[in-house]
């Protein structure tokens, strides 16, 4: 009979009143009023206006140590969350119904602590309620929201393997459904303790408790579906123990142990390192045996895991022929097709089987390929598909004899990088995940012709001939055809063509020492191939059979000279007769190898060559031979020859360095003259000490246009003489900003102008560069003061002095600005302007030698030249000391001023005087 609306009220109050007092009684009721009672009317129960705040008074009684009390409590709350309606509303009981003052921890934190009491059907009851709200998704995910989940995994991984039966059956339970989820499992296997859990999930299923070994089952296959759970289950050393006790659970004459068994071994299966361990089990035959027999299992659900792992374990290779193999799986799953000996399969199930009955027959044998020729260098394949079993992909591999050219599901398929007119091979077979058919029968095709390779060993005779040219060769190694010819290429140009019986070949009418390049191509009915490389060949080469120098003497007579020649030492062919030539002119035709010249002029020198005419009319002619007519047959002959060239030579380059030095001394003099004058200049300037060149300077300031000034005061700059080549370069300024301040630096740290110079420079547009070119009185038209008129013509003489007049400065400031010195020598050096040295000590020295070269000179002017002898050739060759010294004296002056005009004076006196 159903209480009162006044005892409900009254006894929902006590619970959210946690009256102690009465818990007992109100618990003791509320215990047989679920007990009784339906989900419906424990729903509505719940929907009373105190029913909030009394199940959060039930909650709050958790925390007594009233062990009895809380044992009470927690049957009650397991009890509600059995029905999915009551649980929803137990999960969402506000957490503030508490009085003030009290404890109120959460229902899961409260929970958790009774996992770890000392009273087993209290941790029973406890893992029970939490195994009752993990059942629902919502369940679930409030579960793993819970701060005390952490501390809540490894306590219920100790208790699957507690001896307590029904303790370890609920906490095994509770793992198993929070697998049921993506977030559980990540959540387990992030777990710090996830190692010390998966090891006791494997032992509990090992252990003798059914319950417990069941729900373990079920938590190991759900993490064998994932990769990252499966490999540390997989790693660890007591896996093998586990796979042990899964194929006695699959023996267990209870349906739950079997059904869960099966479902592990499909999530195991499914994998290719699951696959593999299954197989290579020392049960794998006992568990392929039961599995066939558990598809007709009376639990539907049994059945079709069995089912579901015999295709698993058909999806790879191995496993397709081991149940091949196997004594009786092939045989009763086709039986169980066709549905004989009463047994009849629901049509889902029936499904499942059928298709792994498909995946083991065996693919069939394929007709040969279909080929067809498409060019020289490729083929097309095409052949007839099969069927595709459901659930596998079949494809095709095509064989090119021994190698595979092509995988895939297509039945057509162009095969290339082919050989010219070469025979192939070509087999099919169909494949699939699980299977390899056999080799269809062989299909033969020869590829097109194409056109052939290069011919090999082309060469040529070695052998040169008068007008021709003859080379060899043989097959290309590569014909990719029928050959019909050869084509033969000279210089680019074929110049034959000949049959393919002929491997060598003459090229007539050529002229002599004329170079040919060789090429040859094969042809085929493709067309002309590729040339061979290139050889070079010659004809004949006339200079290869020079005859000697004809031989002179002479005989006393001041107007004779003997000639006689020999034979070529190599000859070109039958010598037809001789032809003396005497500078230029043939003055001799004949076969005789000798002929004196007469009426020749005394002492001069003649030429002599000797030609050689074959009897085939080709002429090679010797190098010159030379002798003065009149002159003596003996061995100093040419050495004077040799000093009458050196004599004469050295006359005409002493005389032309003799005019230069001239012009040189002449210039010497005027810049020392300006030098004197500019020294003059500087001493009248006295000794006023360098002027200031800061830019706060009003005459300074008004030198520079206003936006170089601002940026220089811009960039820290007080004063222009500071500037050096780095910190003017670090400016970026632009090309006509540069050419300013070079112009204004050069005024200020070179020639140190005064200031109001510098401004009035800038105010006339001068150039303070060119200042070398003005003349006196253009320093005087000019609208200065006479002071600065005077100190501006000092700069100008200084200027002058530090060029020669006739070089133009150039107009980019930065080839000034790289080279700069302070004596801007070292400059114009660089750049080779013929530049006379400011060296003062320098000039002295040069003008000296100027004056004893002279003398040099002068002193050799009355030397004979007919009546001079040996000895005096070699008197002039040797030098005396002095003048040995003199000249180390001079080298060692003009090598420290390195300028252009002076290297060649040095050139010329090592070499000759």
């Given at each position: 009979m159903?209480?009162?609306?006044?005892?409900?009220?009254e006894y929902?109050k006590?619970l959210?009143?946690?009256?102690?007092?009465?818990?007992?009684?109100?618990?003791?009721?509320?215990?047989d009023?679920?007990?009784?009672?339906?989900?419906?009317?424990?729903?509505?129960?719940?929907?009373?206006s105190?029913?909030s705040?009394?199940?959060?008074?039930?909650?709050?009684?958790?925390?007594?140590?009233?062990?009895?009390?809380?044992?009470?409590?927690?049957?009650?709350?397991?009890?509600?969350?059995?029905?999915?309606?009551?649980?929803?509303y137990v999960?969402?009981?506000?957490?503030?119904?508490?009085?003030?003052g009290?404890?109120?921890?959460?229902?899961?934190?409260?929970?958790?602590?009774?996992?770890?009491?000392?009273?087993?059907?209290?941790?029973?009851?406890?893992?029970?309620?939490?195994?009752?709200?993990?059942?629902?998704?919502?369940?679930?995910?409030?579960i793993?929201?819970?701060?005390?989940?952490d501390?809540?995994?490894?306590?219920?991984?100790?208790?699957?393997?507690d001896?307590?039966?029904?303790?370890?059956?609920?906490?095994?339970?509770?793992?198993?459904?929070?697998?049921?989820?993506?977030?559980?499992?990540?959540?387990?296997?992030?777990?710090?303790?996830?190692?010390?859990v998966?090891?006791?999930?494997?032992?509990?299923?090992?252990?003798?408790?059914p319950g417990?070994?069941?729900?373990?089952?079920?938590?190991?296959?759900?993490?064998l579906?994932r990769?990252?759970?499966?490999?540390?289950?997989?790693?660890?050393?007591?896996?093998?123990n586990?796979?042990?006790?899964?194929?006695?659970?699959?023996?267990?004459?209870?349906?739950g142990?079997?059904?869960?068994?099966c479902f592990?071994?499909?999530?195991l299966?499914?994998?290719?390192?699951?696959?593999?361990?299954?197989?290579?089990?020392?049960?794998?035959e006992?568990?392929?045996?039961q599995?066939?027999?558990?598809?007709?299992?009376p639990?539907?659900?049994?059945?079709?895991?069995?089912?579901?792992?015999?295709?698993?374990?058909?999806s790879?290779?191995?496993?397709?022929?081991?149940?091949?193999?196997?004594?009786?799986?092939?045989?009763?799953?086709?039986?169980?097709?066709k549905?004989?000996?009463?047994?009849?399969?629901?049509s889902?199930?029936?499904?499942?089987?059928?298709?792994?009955?498909?995946?083991l027959?065996k693919?069939?044998?394929?007709?040969?390929?279909?080929?067809?020729?498409i060019?020289?260098f490729?083929?097309?394949?095409?052949?007839?598909?099969v069927?595709?079993?459901?659930?596998?992909?079949?494809?095709?591999?095509?064989?090119?004899?021994?190698?595979?050219?092509?995988?895939?599901?297509?039945?057509s398929?162009k095969?290339?990088?082919?050989?010219?007119?070469?025979?192939?091979?070509?087999?099919?077979?169909?494949?699939?995940?699980?299977?390899e058919?056999?080799?269809?029968?062989?299909?033969?095709?020869?590829?097109?012709?194409?056109?052939?390779?290069p011919?090999?060993?082309?060469?040529?005779?070695?052998?040169?001939?008068?007008?021709?040219?003859?080379?060899?060769?043989?097959?290309?190694p590569?014909?990719?055809g029928?050959?019909?010819?050869y084509?033969?290429?000279?210089?680019g140009?074929?110049?034959a063509?000949v049959?393919i019986?002929?491997?060598?070949?003459?090229?007539?009418?050529?002229?002599?020492?004329?170079?040919?390049?060789?090429?040859?191509?094969?042809?085929?009915?493709?067309?002309?191939?590729?040339?061979?490389?290139?050889?070079?060949?010659?004809?004949?080469?006339?200079?290869?059979?020079p005859?000697k120098?004809?031989?002179?003497?002479?005989?006393?007579g001041?107007?004779?000279?003997?000639?006689?020649?020999?034979?070529?030492?190599?000859?070109?062919?039958l010598?037809?007769h001789?032809?003396l030539?005497?500078?230029?002119?043939?003055?001799?035709?004949?076969?005789?190898?000798?002929?004196?010249?007469?009426?020749?002029?005394?002492?001069?020198e003649?030429?002599?060559?000797i030609?050689?005419?074959?009897a085939?009319?080709?002429?090679?002619?010797?190098?010159?031979?030379?002798?003065?007519?009149?002159?003596?047959?003996?061995e100093?002959?040419?050495e004077?020859?040799?000093?009458?060239?050196?004599?004469?030579?050295?006359?005409a380059?002493?005389?032309a360095?003799?005019?230069?030095?001239r012009?040189?001394?002449?210039?010497?003099r005027?810049?020392?003259?300006?030098?004197?004058?500019?020294?003059?200049?500087?001493?009248?300037?006295?000794?006023?000490?360098?002027?200031?060149?800061?830019?706060?300077?009003p005459?300074?300031?008004a030198?520079?246009?206003?936006?170089?000034?601002?940026?220089l005061?811009?960039?820290?700059?007080?004063?222009?003489?500071?500037?050096?080549?780095?910190?003017?370069l670090a400016?970026?300024?632009?090309?006509?900003?540069?050419?300013?301040?070079?112009?204004?630096?050069?005024?200020?740290?070179?020639?140190?102008?005064?200031?109001?110079?510098c401004?009035?420079?800038?105010?006339?547009?001068?150039?303070?560069?060119?200042?070398?070119?003005?003349?006196?009185?253009?320093?005087?038209?000019?609208d200065?003061?006479?002071?600065l008129k005077?100190?501006?013509?000092?700069?100008?003489?200084?200027?002058?002095?530090?060029?020669?007049a006739?070089?133009?400065?150039?107009?980019?400031?930065?080839?000034?600005?790289k080279?700069?010195?302070?004596?801007?020598?070292?400059?114009?050096q660089r750049?080779?302007?013929?530049l006379v040295?400011?060296?003062?000590e320098?000039?002295?020295k040069?003008?000296?030698?100027?004056?004893?070269?002279?003398?040099?000179?002068?002193?050799?002017?009355?030397?004979?030249?007919?009546?001079?002898?040996?000895?005096?050739?070699?008197e002039?060759?040797?030098?005396?000391?002095?003048?040995?010294?003199?000249?180390?004296?001079?080298?060692?002056i003009?090598?420290?001023?390195?300028?252009?005009?002076?290297?060649?004076?040095?050139?010329?006196?090592?070499?000759?005087?």
């Amino acid at each position: 009979m159903d209480p009162s609306e006044e005892i409900i009220d009254e006894y929902l109050k006590y619970l959210a009143d946690r009256d102690v007092y009465r818990a007992p009684t109100v618990l003791s009721w509320f215990t047989d009023y679920i007990d009784t009672h339906n989900e419906n009317a424990i729903y509505k129960l719940l929907q009373h206006s105190m029913a909030s705040k009394a199940i959060a008074g039930l909650v709050d009684l958790l925390e007594f140590d009233d062990e009895s009390l809380t044992e009470s409590v927690v049957h009650i709350l397991g009890t509600i969350v059995e029905h999915p309606r009551c649980r929803q509303y137990v999960l969402e009981v506000p957490r503030n119904t508490a009085t003030v003052g009290q404890n109120n921890p959460t229902l899961f934190t409260a929970l958790v602590n009774m996992l770890m009491s000392d009273d087993k059907n209290v941790v029973m009851n406890s893992a029970g309620t939490i195994a009752n709200i993990a059942e629902s998704p919502e369940g679930r995910l409030w579960i793993l929201q819970q701060a005390a989940f952490d501390d809540a995994l490894p306590i219920l991984g100790v208790l699957t393997v507690d001896p307590h039966q029904w303790a370890a059956s609920n906490a095994a339970l509770v793992i198993a459904r929070l697998t049921l989820s993506q977030e559980g499992i990540v959540k387990i296997l992030s777990h710090e303790r996830c190692s010390f859990v998966l090891t006791n999930l494997c032992v509990s299923l090992c252990g003798h408790n059914p319950g417990s070994s069941m729900n373990s089952a079920f938590a190991v296959g759900r993490l064998l579906e994932r990769e990252d759970a499966r490999s540390k289950l997989l790693a660890m050393k007591n896996f093998k123990n586990t796979m042990t006790a899964l194929t006695k659970m699959l023996y267990n004459k209870e349906s739950g142990p079997r059904k869960n068994a099966c479902f592990a071994f499909s999530c195991l299966a499914n994998s290719k390192e699951g696959h593999s361990r299954l197989l290579g089990n020392v049960n794998s035959e006992l568990i392929l045996d039961q599995l066939v027999r558990l598809i007709t299992d009376p639990d539907d659900e049994t059945a079709w895991f069995a089912a579901v792992t015999l295709r698993a374990v058909s999806s790879q290779k191995e496993g397709v022929f081991r149940l091949r193999d196997h004594k009786s799986v092939f045989s009763v799953l086709k039986k169980l097709c066709k549905e004989t000996g009463g047994v009849k399969l629901k049509s889902d199930l029936l499904k499942e089987v059928k298709l792994t009955v498909e995946i083991l027959g065996k693919l069939p044998k394929l007709a040969p390929p279909i080929l067809t020729s498409i060019d020289e260098f490729s083929v097309s394949a095409r052949w007839d598909g099969v069927i595709a079993t459901p659930g596998s992909r079949t494809s095709y591999q095509l064989f090119q004899g021994c190698t595979c050219v092509y995988q895939g599901s297509k039945t057509s398929v162009k095969v290339s990088n082919l050989r010219p007119f070469t025979s192939y091979v070509f087999r099919i077979r169909a494949t699939n995940s699980s299977d390899e058919g056999p080799y269809s029968g062989p299909a033969l095709i020869t590829t097109n012709e194409g056109v052939p390779g290069p011919p090999a060993e082309v060469s040529s005779d070695g052998k040169p001939i008068h007008n021709a040219v003859k080379i060899m060769w043989s097959r290309p190694p590569s014909p990719n055809g029928t050959l019909t010819g050869y084509n033969i290429y000279a210089n680019g140009e074929r110049v034959a063509v000949v049959g393919i019986d002929k491997f060598s070949y003459t090229i007539k009418d050529q002229p002599h020492s004329k170079s040919l390049v060789i090429q040859i191509a094969a042809t085929t009915k493709a067309g002309e191939g590729e040339k061979s490389s290139p050889i070079t060949c010659s004809t004949l080469n006339l200079s290869d059979y020079p005859p000697k120098k004809p031989i002179l003497s002479t005989s006393g007579g001041s107007n004779e000279i003997n000639v006689s020649w020999i034979d070529p030492p190599k000859q070109l062919g039958l010598i037809d007769h001789y032809e003396l030539v005497m500078n230029g002119e043939v003055v001799y035709t004949g076969k005789d190898q000798g002929f004196r010249v007469s009426n020749l002029e005394p002492l001069k020198e003649y030429t002599f060559n000797i030609r050689v005419v074959t009897a085939e009319g080709y002429v090679v002619e010797s190098e010159p031979a030379k002798k003065r007519a009149g002159s003596k047959d003996d061995e100093l002959d040419a050495e004077r020859e040799k000093l009458y060239r050196a004599k004469d030579e050295m006359e005409a380059r002493l005389k032309a360095e003799m005019d230069r030095l001239r012009a040189l001394e002449a210039q010497l003099r005027q810049e020392e003259m300006l030098r004197k004058k500019e020294m003059d200049h500087r001493l009248s300037l006295g000794s006023r000490g360098g002027p200031s060149y800061k830019l706060n300077d009003p005459n300074v300031a008004a030198s520079l246009s206003g936006s170089l000034l601002a940026k220089l005061r811009a960039a820290g700059i007080t004063d222009l003489s500071t500037l050096d080549e780095q910190s003017i370069l670090a400016l970026n300024l632009s090309e006509d900003e540069l050419n300013e301040l070079l112009g204004a630096v050069y005024l200020a740290k070179y020639l140190k102008a005064s200031p109001e110079l510098c401004a009035a420079l800038k105010r006339l547009g001068q150039d303070p560069l060119t200042l070398w070119k003005l003349q006196y009185q253009d320093v005087q038209n000019m609208d200065l003061s006479e002071k600065l008129k005077k100190e501006l013509f000092g700069h100008v003489l200084n200027q002058r002095n530090s060029f020669v007049a006739n070089v133009e400065i150039p107009t980019s400031r930065k080839i000034i600005l790289k080279g700069w010195k302070d004596e801007n020598l070292a400059f114009l050096q660089r750049h080779e302007y013929d530049l006379v040295t400011q060296d003062f000590e320098s000039k002295k020295k040069l003008t000296k030698y100027i004056d004893k070269l002279r003398a040099v000179v002068s002193s050799k002017e009355g030397m004979e030249d007919e009546d001079s002898d040996l000895t005096d050739a070699q008197e002039f060759r040797s030098l005396s000391p002095d003048i040995a010294k003199f000249k180390e004296e001079w080298l060692s002056i003009m090598r420290d001023l390195e300028v252009p005009a002076q290297e060649k004076l040095i050139d010329l006196l090592s070499s000759k005087l």
